[in-house]
């Protein structure tokens, strides 16, 4: 009895960290999805002169000198680290992005919100006949 127990509850387990594990993904996937039309894949490649003016960042100088030297596998590693840090300021600035539009949005609501709608019903004056026959 104690064997099938413990089975059941290893089984739940299992069930319980896939359920979780699948909700985390997609939690995360709406996330993505919610950043995507912020994200500008070639905004390098605007107004840039394709990068011969532009002095080059600590990281690809240690980039360079390790292909100088013959150590490709530390120069890949550098250019990894360079990809990730490229793509973490991409989407700290989606997000930015993303998070200044909600907030202008609110202000706008707030705004339309706060405005007198007339009232429909209001008083109509007469028309311009009628006021000259009551004189």
Excluded: H
Excluded at 53 to 58: E, I, N, P, Y
């Amino acid at each position: 009895m104690k064997k099938k127990e413990k089975k059941i509850k290893i089984k739940q387990n299992r069930l319980f960290q896939e359920y979780s594990n699948k909700k985390q993904e997609n939690d995360l996937k709406n996330e993505i999805n919610g950043i995507l039309p912020y994200i500008e894949l070639n905004k390098q490649l605007k107004d840039v002169d394709q990068g011969r003016f532009t002095k080059k960042s600590t990281m690809e100088l240690k980039i360079d000198k390790a292909i100088s030297t013959g150590n490709f596998e530390l120069a890949d590693k550098l250019n990894d680290e360079l990809i990730m840090q490229q793509k973490e300021k991409i989407i700290s600035e989606s997000i930015e992005c993303k998070n200044y539009i909600d907030n202008k949005n609110l202000e706008m609501e707030k705004k339309r919100k706060k405005k007198r709608s007339r009232l429909v019903w209001g008083f109509d004056s007469k028309q311009r006949w009628e006021t000259k026959g009551n004189m």
